[in-house]
């Protein structure tokens, strides 16, 4: 198994906190993604990063920053966590894009009450 | 509207018998891939199709890719309890970033 791990595994939250996940990994690789899954939705690309300080959005990324300062760790903040963010969020890695397989960390749960 | 539709969303079924997924798009991939989710894990990748009309055989799952590069058909034989989980295929148009289908939710009863 591809060596990725998230922090926390569930959490919840109120309305308007911040929220910081943690995905963390031991395989080196350049690509790191943070996606969200909600039923019926699949996963959904929140920002991903192609290298240390190098990220871009993606599919959904209003109400969500990241940042990348160690090739090993990729952060998922929400500056102001809302209901509509209650979500399971998976943490990614691949070597490169297009073809390339993405291994999947096991998930954060967060609730927004 | 997502870019990938797979259908059918539900589909649960009996030891045994035999299934079809389906993934499409209006739009051309440079390579789908399939991934299979289980309860409260990651996505786990099954195959990679990079060749219009090409055909892969995992045990018993078969994996089509459509000849025009829009459409990709998962096919299990003799279903199991095991092979209960949620498939979703995901597609790179033109080398961007991969996106994913909404995913097939399967049931195989014993």
């Known amino acids: 198994d591809a060596g990725i791990t998230q922090s926390p595994r569930h959490k919840v939250t109120e309305t308007g906190t911040p929220v910081t996940l943690r995905c963390h990994q031991t395989e080196n690789h350049r690509y790191m993604y943070w996606y969200r899954q909600d039923p019926g939705h699949g996963l959904r690309l929140i920002h991903y990063?192609?290298?240390?300080?190098?990220?871009d959005k993606g599919e959904v990324s209003d109400g969500y920053s990241v940042s990348r300062s160690k090739t090993e760790d990729f952060l998922l903040t929400l500056e102001s966590a809302t209901s509509s963010q209650t979500s399971v969020y998976f943490c990614?890695?691949?070597?490169?894009?297009?073809?390339?397989?993405?291994?999947f960390g096991p998930g954060t749960r967060l609730t927004v009450t | 509207t997502q870019l990938l539709e797979q259908s059918p969303q539900f589909l649960s079924i009996q030891e045994g018998e035999n299934l079809t997924v389906y993934c499409n798009s209006s739009?051309?991939?440079?390579?789908l891939q399939w991934y299979r989710q289980e309860p409260g894990e990651g996505p786990v990748l099954l195959v990679t199709?990079?060749?219009?009309?090409e055909v892969k055989k995992l045990k018993r799952l078969t994996f089509q890719f459509g000849d025009a590069r829009k459409d990709s058909s998962l096919h299990i034989t003799a279903a199991q309890p095991g092979d209960t989980g949620l498939y979703l295929c995901?597609?790179?148009?033109?080398?961007?970033?991969?996106?994913f289908g909404g995913g097939t939710r399967l049931m195989v009863k014993p």
């Open positions: 990614a890695i691949s070597g490169g894009v297009g073809t390339y397989e993405q291994y």
């Open positions: 739009s051309v991939f440079s390579s």
């Open positions: 995901a597609g790179a148009p033109a080398g961007n970033m991969l996106t």
């Open positions: 990063s192609y290298g240390v300080k190098d990220t």
């Open positions: 199709v990079v060749t219009g009309g």
